[in-house]
């Protein structure tokens, strides 16, 4: 029959793609904090200056444009160095660049305001050569005297020390919380102050049931069931709430949702990507759920930080081959399963046929990209080549860095990912598969000697056919060694093929020997079968006899190697405005120790940057967005925090008390500015249309995985096991990427369904993560392709959403169980299958509008398909054909739509 598409549905499901309820944002590109500024060097945007100055003003324009040609490095060109204002007037090959106070005498501003400079695509903009231009006029001022001499690069100023993020940081003390201005914690009080100045003030708390979904959602993951439901509405005690979020955060489900954020930024992924072939990674799940179990645990975060980084140099664990290493200890599989953070950048160096320089540098670049940008919120990957053109990293700061990893990525003397696995196997499990091993070689040379014989008395007895001189000769020739044979034995035995009998035709000459062997075979492989088996993990170590030397690359390139660099940290916010020279190997450990000094400096609560970067993440996942609006850009090309005064103060207290994320998830969920209900109103509108001061929540979104997740939730098809190998994924008939194993059969290649057992229906953080088969339901909603990492998730909204809510396989036959779920608890009422599916998709009743319209619905479709049935003539009796499920009924069939409808809406789609 064909399928009847109803037009509730179809309507639905484009208005949840239409238009996102309650304003929510509809651009895939980040919202701007516009009122504070998006950290861009342009003249408009600066608050007016009547003197600028060269420190302040002009060098951050020269530093982006200028400084690699005339400064930064080796001989300027046309002996022009424009790093300091006084070497810009003296000028260059060409006479003074500037005239201060005569801005059209200038030279330098004649070329930039002409865009013959600087000679890339990228010129200055208007406004930064009026900016010039008023700078030149007044004077070409400095903020202080110039030094007389200038390191090499392009150094850091006293104005680039100044910028917010590299400062330390300065927790406000908050006013005390007010009854009458609904502040219930010391979140609220930092945030009532700059809406008390707009006149608006937080809206009133959400009901008690978009609360408990707002909280089921952002820390499970998965919709509160309708008992959940039941029970927190029967609740009437005062700490209702505060129990609902403890019973949550106590949830396995927590590190599974919680989880699955931190294996975005670490750029977590099942296969090496890089090539087409994209090879699969069959043990970086553990990795995975070493995660998962770090979350539900509470690790404390810097020992999670430390874990990942240095897991191998806690573990004391060290080799040249990393299989060689000895797991002593459950503990120490584990800070060894963390070091996977390390290793779920792509890796095509098993690859064939690639240029191992490159590839090799590539991983270490990428490395050091998740690093920077999870932990320090800085694109320190831009001063892989030269000084960055926008923050004060210099050129050998990256190589500072890389250093710190070197040793265990060192790409000279490289390990493949099959040789930086360890085996599981313990002293007791090499013991037994040795012991087995040794009884399956007693009967497989057994079984060997048998093959010998019966072949021998099989020629023996195949020989006797052929005439006595025949018969010697081929006995001769098969006697004699290939290579020693003669041209006549070689052209004998061709001529006589019969006679070459060896294991594969042994059963045409003798059966019952054949046989034998074959049973031999199968006992080898039973025995062989009682081997423990072995498991690995991917790891990084470190070989403990070849420390190598980082050495500068120029321009990026390895196969130009300047000086050579020692391990450190970043010199901006380094002690004394210097790098934190890190000792290039610990004398107590066994390997160089320097990732263990690196994390030790991150989490040691001196660092400006790493509390800040968190804090902004936990709270971006609570609220759509973060206090600062780039989470992976502190820098100055990054937005500024919208309250940098609750930012700080959230990371001492992260700080403070232990680094412990449920501790800071009770903070934030406790606050009125995550109960407050989500409505607008026109006097917030007006005044703050971007809802910048959080007047009220914002609206989100589900995640991709939060979504598919609860889609299998409510048709009751979830599997809720933990832990484990991914669940593979494969091509469809159409080529969608969709859960399945792969395989193929005929010559165009089929699909074969293979059976899952449910396993097809676990949550989405155990979906096999392939780089080069994103899953199609998940990458419809913006779930990341792993490149490198995802630093924050675009939210788009774009037809083929809508598209795939209608048409995909999944959400028909989700549906289809959907209905089937309401048949078994509702049974066939239509009014009471309403019921229960709106409790199920939304946890709540129906308007009488929609019960209305529901079951009018319902009836209209029951009644368009008896309509438009086809005849069906009935199907003769065959004993041999597979049983036909029984034909589906029009009744099932409307509410199969109707709840197609329900999971397409945006009531389902978004969190209020």
Known sequence: MKRFLPVLGFLLALAAHAAPPNGAATSSSPLRNTSQGDGKITASKRPPQTTPTFEKDIRPILKAHCFDCHGESGQPKGGFDIRLRRLIVQGGHDGPAIVPGNPDASHLLQLVASGEMPKRDKKLTPEQVALLRQWIATGARTARPEPTELPSGAGITEEERAFWSFQPIHPPKPPSPSRLRHTRTPIDSLLDRPLRKQGLRFSPDADKVTLLRRIHFDLSGLPPTPADVDAFLRDRAPDAYEKAVDRLLDSPHYGERWGRHWLDIAGYADSDGYSDADPVRPFAWKYRDYVIRAFNEDKPF??????????????????????????????????????????????????????????????????????STSLLGLSVGCAQCHDHRYDPIPQADYFRLRAVFEPAYDWKNWRTPDQRLVSLYTAENRKNAAAIEAEAATLATEREARQKTYIAEALTKHLEKFEAPLRDQLRAALDTAADKRSPEQKKLLADNPSVNIHPGVLYQYNPKAADDLKAMDAKVAEIRARKPPEDFISVLTEAHDKIPVTFLLH????????????PGTLSVIGPGGSPLVIPPKDAELPSTGRRLAFARWLTSGTNPLVARVLVNRVWMHHFGRGLVGTPADFGTMGERPSN???????????????????????????????????AHHRKGDAKDPENRLYWRKPLQRLDAEVLRDSILAVSGSLRTNLFGPPVPVRPDVHGQIVVGVDQTQGDNKMPVDVPLNGEEFRRSVYVQVRRSRPLAMLHAFDAP???????????STVATQALMLMNSGFLLDQSDRFARRLEAEAGTDPTRQTHVAWHLAFNRKPTPTELTD?????LAQVSHLRANAPAVEPAKPDPKAKPVPPPTTPEHQALTSLCQSLLGSNEFLYVD
Not at 331 to 354: C, H, K, N, S
């Open 854 to 858: 529901a079951t009018a619905f319902l």
């Open 785 to 795: 392709v792993m490149e490198v990492n995802c630093e924050r998730r675009p939210q």
């Open 302 to 371: 810097d020992r999670f930080i430390t874990e990942q980084l240095a897991g191998d140099e806690l573990a004391r664990a060290h080799s040249a081959n990393a299989s060689e290493v000895a797991l002593t200890s459950a503990e120490q599989r584990e800070l060894l399963i963390a070091t996977g953070f390390l290793r779920t950048g792509a890796d095509g160096t098993a690859t064939a046929a690639v240029d191992q320089t490159v590839v090799r540098n590539q991983v270490v670049a990428d490395t050091l990209k998740i690093v």
């Open 555 to 566: 321009r990026g390139d390895p196969n130009q190697p300047r000086d050579p660099i020692a």
């Open 644 to 678: 940098p005064e609750l930012l700080d103060w959230l990371a001492d207290d992260f700080m403070r008390n232990g680094w412990k994320l449920k501790r800071l998830h009770r903070l934030i969920l406790r606050s009125s500015v995550y109960r407050q209900s989500s």
